[in-house]
């Protein structure tokens, strides 16, 4: 449940982690589980897309972790964690790219190679010391009918096409062409 003056849409915010700026012409809003394989697929599509559109463009990152994927709410503590260090995105490119080692122990090895302390990301995996700040993403994920991952939006509209470099590249091409808040 949404607390008071608590924005749950997919707009983006300060609150959030975003990746290049929010006043670029394209926000692309990514609701995602760092275990879900497709999560993985979307990823590597989303470096393409942030390579090919530069600052035309800007990803902000939500957690969604599926309880299906016993790493995932772990993965997104160690992601806290690192955010709280000032190293969010280099944590999120390391679990992407080694999404078959989520462990306790990987994590903690992650966080050590970024210069964070690894008995910080233990404690705060095993305190789930950033459980709200996660849930908060969880609770905009589904005020926003999110019910799986990857869920993308863009510029404020659900994305619902394949998550390729090729569909999502059209979507991108025709909000750039197109007027602010037109949904395309």
């Not at 394209?26 to 999560?39: G, N, Q, R, S």
């Not at 910080?120 to 459980?131: P, W």
């Not at 005020?143 to 939006?153: D, H, I, K, R």
């Not at 991108?172 to 007027?179: E, H, K, M, N, S």
């Amino acid at each position: 449940m949404a607390q008071p003056g608590e924005d749950l849409t997919p707009a983006p915010s300060d609150a959030d982690h975003v990746r290049g700026s929010l006043n670029a012409r394209v926000v692309i809003t990514e609701f995602a589980d760092f275990e879900c394989p497709y999560c993985g697929d979307a990823y590597h599509v989303l470096e393409e897309i942030r390579e090919k559109y530069g600052s035309e463009m800007a990803l902000v990152f939500r957690h969604f972790p599926l309880s299906m994927h016993p790493h995932a709410a772990p993965a997104a503590e160690a992601a806290e964690t690192a955010a709280a260090a000032g190293k969010f995105w280099e944590m999120y490119d390391r679990l992407f790219e080694h999404q078959n080692a989520l462990s306790v122990r990987d994590l903690r090895e992650y966080a050590e190679a970024l210069g964070i302390e690894g008995d910080t990301v233990e404690h705060a995996i095993a305190e789930r010391t950033y459980d709200k700040r996660i849930e908060r993403d969880v609770r905009s994920g589904e005020a926003s009918n999110v019910e799986g991952t990857p869920a993308l939006f863009v510029n404020g509209f659900a994305y619902e096409d394949e998550v390729s470099v090729e569909a999502l590249s059209e979507v991108i091409d025709r909000a750039l062409a197109a007027r602010p808040g037109v949904k395309v």
